[in-house]
């Protein structure tokens, strides 16, 4: 396991970020849409370091009690090395502190890894977004996971 450290995602970053983004994603973000979301008072950014670079990201929106995964990724030379699980964990004790209740993210059915990382940390699938990926027309699996002021997961009947 790679031992990292958390901040806030600044502009300082954005470099970092953008490369680990072109080389994740099919239809990556720009700077200036990374750039707008760190700015936006509903979006929170963190970063993962090791030895001062960045190696990995996650956002999410909150919305009252509800947050929203926007996006995650980690550099390829560090894949494999629980910081998705790092970051995943991260982010949702920081929303848990923000008084989130539930958190929903979105996965293609094709990212196997994706799907049981989150699945290992309480999430569920609870639907489908038909053709949600533009770049080949792929679904999404909606999940959800339903969590305590501790940070712990509770099922949806618990929630209500």
Same mark, same amino acid.
């Given at each position: 396991?790679?031992?990292?450290?958390?901040?806030?995602?600044?502009?300082? #970053?954005?470099?970092?970020?953008?490369?680990?983004?072109?080389?994740?994603?099919?239809?990556?973000?720009?700077?200036?849409?990374?750039?707008?979301?760190?700015?936006?008072?509903?979006?929170?950014?963190?970063?993962?370091?090791?030895?001062?670079?960045?190696?990995?990201?996650?956002?999410?929106?909150?919305?009252?009690?509800?947050?929203?995964? %926007?996006?995650?990724?980690? #550099?390829?030379?560090?894949?494999?090395?629980?910081?998705?699980?790092?970051?995943?964990?991260?982010?949702?004790?920081?929303?848990?502190?923000?008084?989130?209740?539930?958190?929903?993210?979105? !996965?293609?059915?094709?990212?196997?890894?994706?799907?049981?990382?989150? %699945? %290992?940390?309480?999430?569920?699938?609870?639907?489908?977004?038909?053709?949600?990926?533009?770049?080949?027309?792929?679904?999404?699996?909606?999940?959800?996971?339903?969590?305590?002021?501790?940070?712990? %997961? !509770?099922?949806?009947?618990? #929630?209500?």
């Amino acid at each position: 396991m790679l031992k990292v450290k958390f901040c806030e995602m600044s502009p300082n #970053h954005l470099d970092q970020v953008i490369e680990i983004e072109r080389v994740s994603y099919t239809t990556p973000w720009s700077r200036q849409v990374f750039f707008s979301e760190i700015q936006n008072k509903f979006a929170h950014y963190i970063v993962a370091l090791s030895d001062e670079q960045v190696v990995g990201y996650i956002g999410m929106w909150i919305i009252f009690d509800d947050a929203q995964i %926007t996006n995650i990724a980690v #550099h390829p030379c560090c894949r494999s090395n629980n910081v998705g699980r790092q970051l995943m964990q991260e982010m949702i004790k920081r929303g848990v502190k923000m008084g989130i209740t539930r958190l929903t993210l979105e !996965v293609r059915p094709s990212n196997l890894v994706a799907r049981h990382l989150y %699945t %290992t940390l309480g999430f569920v699938e609870k639907g489908v977004r038909k053709k949600y990926y533009t770049d080949n027309n792929e679904d999404a699996i909606i999940m959800w996971k339903y969590v305590h002021a501790d940070g712990n %997961t !509770v099922t949806e009947s618990e #929630h209500i």
